[in-house]
């Protein structure tokens, strides 16, 4: 298991921005692949970026690029989602999970998830 514990959650109006963290308690977190995950009531759970262990190109789904950038720092075991310009649609619970394989975009490669924190934007 590895555990993760998201936080940075809340609310927030329309154009507003949220910095959601994932924290590892995991002392190899640093070769560990990352990603961001959102599910919004009655939906399935949905892509929104993810970054290799290595920090360099983080890859964003469509709906969220140019607004969401994704960071780690693995001197902290952290892994960040800066959501800038929330929009209504953004609103979901926000999960990271991490895969000790290969990067995807598909939840089913991924090994460990978090709790999830709840985002939700109002217009």
């Known amino acids: 298991q590895v555990p993760l514990v998201e936080s940075g959650g809340g609310k927030v109006q329309a154009g507003g921005s949220l910095r959601l963290s994932c924290a590892a308690s995991?002392?190899?977190?640093?070769?560990?692949?990352m990603a961001w995950f959102r599910q919004a009531p009655g939906k399935e759970r949905e892509f929104v970026g993810r970054?290799?262990?290595?920090?360099?190109?983080?890859y964003y789904a469509d709906s969220v690029k140019g607004r969401f950038t994704i960071s780690r720092d693995n001197a902290k075991n952290t892994v960040y989602l800066q959501m800038n310009s929330l929009k209504p649609e953004d609103t979901a619970v926000y999960y990271c999970a991490v895969s000790r394989t290969i990067a995807t975009t598909r939840a089913r490669d991924y090994d460990y998830w978090g709790q999830g924190t709840q985002v939700t934007v109002s217009s």
């Open positions: 995991e002392r190899t977190f640093s070769t560990y692949n």
């Open positions: 970054i290799p262990w290595t920090g360099n190109t983080p």
